[in-house]
């Protein structure tokens, strides 16, 4: 009896000390170091991103912090955030400041895979798991890179599969045959054409490229090219690009008179309300794109629903220069993320971080689908469908979901009126 | 296509022309290098953008406005910035370090007062303008469109910017060699002490060179939401760039060098694109780096040097 006591005793003893230690060792805030750009070719994608992501840390900050398991209390978090003006060069700078002098816990990329390439080999050199928000460069998941995950987006290696799929199957049917592919040679757009090329000739369709040319990602200029490719008499013509450049051949095919009769362009679905200020609405009725979370109500199992982040981002960013779209979402998406990874992480350990965050493979289900990685980091899950854009009389923008069939809502209108 | 290409070659390289001509005039008059050029011209850009924005004014007819409105604002500029520059030790290598300094402080209230986002005039707009011109001159009705020439149909945007670059030129040629100032302005051109020594108020010619020049920019603009796609704060710097190849191309202080270098960079551009479209955006660099080593000063430095 009194043995066990003293047990009793000895064990409370044990608990107060690791106890009192535990929360001596917590830090008073999580360093949680990212880069946007203010300026510059990526603005337009990386703002809405950024800005989600700090909606997400500002919102946790004023419940007092993000619950951090392996401290078992809420903690603040601090964004040291670097402006990298869209620059490859400025942005590897950056990383390494973040790095190695910021010293911060949590590291995260810009947006897109661009200014996201540049941080890949940094974050591994150093050990620092990387967050990549969006880039989806299929050479950043490596089997000999633990240090990365994508938050969203497919990686584009099958990122385009979907698409592939309605032209070799219902886009066969209807008559496509002859494919014209435009893309930016980037890590994003380059490796989605080479996805499409890959899954087009694996389909063993009668379906043949008739015109497949990379352009600089810069390009601004687009009547020749669209010339070019109206010469071989395209069933259908994929561009992909990044927003501005969606803008500029759609301007161009706009101010040219040229209707193809099939045509895909990515940003349309991503960035909607960007092009739609751009370009007017008319322009880009009948386009085909991908239909992103910022279109389609997913059933999260992890914090708030579209229709509820849409209005909190519009009431914390009314009448700002950043629209909202599928960006928004994603910045946000990386915050749930991180925060359920922090929830499950025994320690803040950079390995223990990337462990965390592939536990929450295939569970965690956020505004922005289904959270699933593949061995090496790349985001398999938060699929887009292939939608059609249809302008009604009141010129609001609707997507008319065509493949895959057990998603679809509704049916492809080809050719283009 | 081939046609196709060498006519959009040309049309493009009008554009350029139009953008060069007031680099090079400001270049030609006062021997300093404008690096806020490009972000004039996103300036005169944003105002066609708002103007049609907020009161729906067509394209065409700010043209007249912006370069009013630019030509006037260089006044005080030029008096705030260059007359202290030409001052220094070496106002040419200073004047990079000033105009780099300026084109940020432009991009930085840009980017605050309008956002990063790109923005744009849909498409159609300076076509609608034009159709209604042609309709009133032809007294026929003319569709809005693209419009056609030798079999190949252009947007009208690019016609119109073509069109507006040949007049550049003209008035900058009718300015420089038919007008009292523009002789003036000449005699500056060829040695401003020289021209200080004569009695010739050389600031006030200046300014007015440094006005017609940033107005210049301003037209520039206006046509760039349809011939670069659309306009951010940040696009000054990459226009400043290319524009400055195509006038050392054509030769530094020489209008008709700009309207060379601004051909040859249009049409080989269009080459490019059409033949080697993954190189394209080099070219500037290359045709520059060629020029300068077997013409340094430019396709037309001669003549430069004497104007």
């Not at chain 2, 806020?36 to 996103?42: K, S």
């Not at chain 2, 530094?252 to 309207?259: A, D, E, I, M």
Request: aromatic fraction near 12%; charge should be neutral.
């Amino acid at each position: 009896m009194f043995g066990k006591v003293r047990l009793s005793l000895f064990a409370a003893l044990l608990a107060s000390i690791f106890g009192t230690a535990y929360a001596a060792d917590a830090p008073k805030e999580i360093k949680l170091g990212t880069l946007y750009a203010s300026s510059g070719r990526f603005a337009s994608i990386s703002m809405p991103v950024h800005y989600g992501l700090k909606l997400w840390i500002e919102q946790k900050n004023a419940e007092g912090g993000v619950f951090v398991k392996a401290f078992n209390k809420k903690i603040p978090i601090t964004l040291v955030a670097y402006d990298d003006q869209s620059n490859t060069a400025t942005a590897a700078t950056l990383f390494n400041q973040l790095i190695t002098q910021d010293k911060v816990d949590l590291l995260v990329s810009d947006s897109g895979s661009v200014l996201t390439s540049v941080g890949v080999p940094i974050a591994r050199d150093n050990k620092m798991f990387l967050f990549d928000q969006t880039g989806t460069g299929a050479a950043f998941f490596t089997p000999d890179n633990p240090y990365i995950a994508l938050m969203s987006d497919p990686v584009s290696s099958v990122w385009p599969k979907p698409l592939a799929d309605f032209i070799t199957h219902d886009g066969n049917g209807l008559g496509i045959k002859r494919v014209a592919m435009l893309y930016s040679t980037n890590d994003f757009t380059g490796t989605q054409a080479n996805a499409v090329r890959k899954f087009i000739k694996e389909s063993g369709t009668d379906v043949e490229f008739v015109y497949d040319q990379g352009i600089p990602t810069d390009t601004t200029n687009y009547a020749v090219l669209i010339n070019n490719i109206r010469a071989t008499n395209p069933d259908a013509v994929i561009h992909l690009g990044y927003a501005p450049n969606d803008i500029a051949f759609i301007h161009s095919l706009e101010d040219g008179g040229v209707n193809f009769k099939f045509l895909f362009c990515i940003y349309p679905g991503l960035e909607t309300e960007l092009l739609e200020k751009n370009l007017g609405v008319k322009p880009l009725n009948y386009i085909f794109t991908y239909v992103t979370s910022s279109e389609i109500e997913y059933e999260p199992n992890f914090g708030m629903k579209l229709k509820e982040y849409k209005e909190l981002w519009n009431k914390k960013y009314a009448g700002g220069n950043v629209e909202f779209g599928f960006n928004s979402v994603a910045g946000y998406n990386t915050g749930l993320v991180i925060e359920k990874a922090l929830s499950v992480a025994e320690s803040l350990e950079q390995l223990e971080i990337r462990k965390a965050v592939f536990s929450l493979s295939g569970k965690l289900k956020t505004l922005d689908g289904t959270f699933e990685l593949d061995p090496n980091g790349a985001q398999l899950g938060m699929s887009t469908p292939i939608g059609q854009i249809n302008v009604d009389d009141h010129d609001h923008v609707k997507f008319v979901t065509v493949w895959p069939h057990e998603v679809a809502n509704g049916k492809p209108v080809y050719p283009r009126p | 296509m081939l046609t196709y290409t060498l006519l959009a070659g040309l049309l493009f390289g009008l554009y350029f022309t139009l953008i060069g001509l007031g680099l090079n005039l400001v270049f030609g008059v006062m021997r300093i290098v404008n690096l806020a050029h490009g972000d004039f011209l996103m300036l005169g850009a944003f105002l066609a953008f708002w103007l049609f924005s907020l009161f729906a004014i067509n394209p065409i007819p700010t043209i007249p406005i912006a370069f009013l409105v630019f030509l006037l604002l260089g006044f005080p500029l030029y008096y705030l910035l260059v007359p202290r520059l030409l001052r220094a030790k070496d106002p040419e290598m200073l004047s990079f370090i000033l105009f780099f300094g300026l084109s940020q402080v432009i991009q930085a209230l840009a980017t605050i007062l309008w956002g990063t986002s790109e923005r744009s005039i849909p498409g159609g707009q300076l076509g609608r303008a034009i159709a209604a011109i042609l309709s009133f001159v032809t007294g026929r009705t003319i569709e809005n469109g693209p419009i056609e020439i030798l079999g190949q149909s252009f947007p009208a945007a690019w016609v119109a910017s073509g069109i507006a670059s040949g007049i550049g030129v003209l008035l900058v040629y009718w300015y420089l060699y038919r007008t009292k100032l523009g002789y003036l302005t000449r005699a500056v051109m060829v040695s401003r002490d020289e021209a200080v020594a004569s009695g010739i108020d050389v600031d006030r010619i200046s300014a007015i060179a440094f006005g017609f020049g940033l107005g210049l920019a301003a037209v520039a603009g206006v046509f760039a939401p349809f011939l670069l796609g659309s306009i951010t704060p940040a696009m000054g710097a990459e226009v400043t760039i290319t524009s400055f190849a195509v006038i050392v191309i054509g030769s530094l202080g020489n209008p008709l060098g700009t309207l060379l270098g601004g051909l040859v960079y249009g049409i080989s551009y269009m080459f490019m694109q059409s033949y080697y479209s993954s190189w394209a955006n080099l070219l500037p660099y290359l045709l520059l780096i060629a020029v300068l080593l077997l013409r340094p000063n430019g396709l037309l430095g001669r003549q430069a040097r004497r104007a």
